[in-house]
């Protein structure tokens, strides 16, 4: 074991991790997501575990906070969701398109969209399901948004900009609730079906995602020897899949920091929470790089810890044997001196994890080296089934 990083790692001790004055902001508040903890919370963690050039793994790598504080501070980093809007979100925040490209992109995108043509040739295949949450006119302007991207023929300008338009859904939609009504399938009630003009939502969402990826990518230069998108672009890899198998696929000592959150037991619907998302990528001309986006009843059936699923018999159980599972490959795949980082919590109206959580781990063959606790913000309790607190957990190889 290298002393040197367990010396670091003790440093953890002294931080207070409620991070009370801090708040998700820039590219890290782009496109909403359920559970995501602070960015302040990854970028105080990978200094302290890792050096420069070391590879992060976040296997619960949802809008990629961890990833993007990994690669702003020089590291390498390989992150695994089974939620293809979490790989769309993170690949839009961590590839860095060209500004000028974007640009352009858009610009064509935002002029097709408003020209008669589209108007007369472009429909949806879910377009009666649309009409419930959508106005007409609303539902008519986001599918030809949508037509005018797929046009695009450079795949990341592409999926970047199918990122901008999955973020504006909610807003652009009748459903006035928070998100925990999508989520639920709550859908607005037809008098308070109202117009939301989505060509100009697109328009202001696409401007503001191009001035926060320059501050991002500004910020990597900061900590990084390489000096062009195209070489920054190649330090992050995301994998599409349940993060068991894909770790399973790995190299063996072949990660150096493990720093994720796991889904907390019965607290949040990952994939329901973006329905949105996949009632409009339910589409044949996306099929073929989309992967997932017709998948929506199998991965909310098989998401592990889902809030939907925790009534059913032995998901509890389930649960604890897909972490079991989980901690294993992370052994193997993480450095002899390598750290794990877990961010957790459990809600107080359901069955505990945490402390089933370290022991499981520590038969993994982990040893526990701080244990931390943090409280959440209270505007985010009410989305996460009142959690008031997380832990954070550092465990040794």
């Known amino acids: 074991m290298d002393t040197t990083k367990i010396g670091h790692a003790s440093q953890l001790d002294d931080i207070d991790w409620s991070f009370p004055n801090l708040s ?88 097709d969209a408003q020209s008669v043509l589209s108007k007369e040739n472009t429909t949806h295949p879910r377009r009666e399901e ?28 592409r999926r970047v900009l199918l990122t901008i338009f999955s973020s ?54 900061v900590h990084s020897l390489e000096t062009t998108r195209e070489k920054i672009r190649k330090r992050s890899k995301l994998l599409h899949g349940s993060c068991v198998e894909q770790i399973a696929q790995m190299k063996e000592g072949s990660v150096d920091a493990i720093v994720t959150s796991p889904p907390y037991y019965g607290v949040a619907d990952y994939v329901k929470s973006q329905r949105l998302s996949f009632l409009w990528f339910d589409n044949d001309e996306l ?13 909310r059936a098989t998401e592990a810890g889902a809030r939907s699923n925790r009534h059913r018999m032995n998901s509890h159980d389930q649960y604890l044997m897909f972490m079991s599972d989980f901690f294993y490959q992370c052994r193997r795949v993480l450095k002899v001196d390598g750290f ?32 931390r606790g943090r409280e959440i913000k209270s505007n985010r309790r009410r989305l996460m089934a009142k959690v008031k607190g997380e832990d954070v957990l550092i465990f040794a190889n």
């Open 24 to 111: 998700n902001s820039g590219i890290h508040s782009f496109h909403w997501y359920p559970a995501t903890y602070i960015s302040a919370i990854p970028g105080t963690i990978i200094p302290y575990l890792t050096k420069a050039d070391d590879v992060v793994l976040d296997p619960f790598c949802g809008s990629g906070t961890t990833g993007l504080e990994a690669i702003r501070l020089g590291r390498k980093f390989i992150g695994i969701d089974t939620n293809p809007v979490a790989l769309l979100i993170s690949e839009a925040k961590l590839k860095f398109p060209g500004p000028r490209a974007l640009k352009s992109a858009i610009e064509r995108v935002v002029f």
């Open 130 to 157: 649309l009409l419930n949450w959508y106005h007409s006119e609303t539902v008519e302007e986001l599918t030809r948004l949508l037509h005018a991207v797929l046009k695009l023929e450079d795949r990341l300008i």
């Open 168 to 221: 504006i859904l909610k807003n652009c939609s009748s459903q006035g609730k928070h998100w925990g009504w999508v989520c639920d399938n709550v859908r607005p009630k037809a008098n308070e079906i109202t117009y939301k003009n989505a060509i100009l939502t697109f328009w202001n969402a696409s401007l503001s995602f191009v001035a926060e990826s320059g501050q991002a990518y500004d910020a990597v230069l």
């Open 287 to 299: 099929a073929r790089d989309m992967l997932g986006f017709r998948d929506f009843e199998r991965l």
């Open 340 to 371: 794990m980082s877990l961010v957790i919590g459990e809600s107080p109206s359901r069955k505990g994890t945490i402390e089933d959580l370290i022991e499981i781990a520590k038969e993994a063959g982990f040893v526990l080296h701080s244990r």
